[in-house]
Nanobody, 126 residues
Framework: QVQLVESGGGLVQAGGSLRLSCAAS????????MGWFRQAPGKEREFVAH????????YYDDSVKGRFTISRDNAKNTVYLQMNSLKPEDTAVYYC???????????????????WGQGTQVTVSS
């Protein structure tokens, strides 16, 4: 029901910042909780951050707390991930996804999300 396209990835040095965007198509964007996940080479896709439909509640993996901020602008059908103080271990393909209200699963679980973007590469050099 919703199509997602990530952008904003790139190559940065450790300590730098990037802002990822996820643009959604469809008339019901505001009805979805949204999440960010990432996948490093040879590793399983892992949870990064989650935001509620109105933006009033957010959740983060411990590895990014205090450094990353998830936000959304429902008027623009866009969710963001501001990444500061980047570390080499943040290197991964980053994906945005829409949470399934029908499944109502745990916010950090891959299986709780129905629709996924194509991903954007983030590379952090030392």
């Amino acid at each position: 029901q919703v199509q997602l396209v990530e952008s904003g990835g790139g190559l940065v040095q450790a300590g730098g910042s990037l802002r990822l965007s996820c643009a959604a198509s469809g008339r019901t964007f505001s009805t979805y909780d949204m999440g960010w996940f990432r996948q490093a080479p040879g590793k399983e896709r892992e949870f990064v951050a989650h935001i509620s439909r109105s933006g009033g509640r957010t959740y983060y993996d411990d590895s990014v707390k205090g450094r990353f901020t998830i936000s959304r602008d429902n008027a623009k059908n866009t969710v963001y991930l501001q990444m500061n103080s980047l570390k080499p271990e943040d290197t991964a393909v980053y994906y945005c996804a829409s949470y399934s209200i029908w499944r109502n699963g745990e916010y950090s679980s891959l299986t709780s999300y129905d629709y996924w973007g194509q991903g954007t590469q983030v590379t952090v050099s030392s």
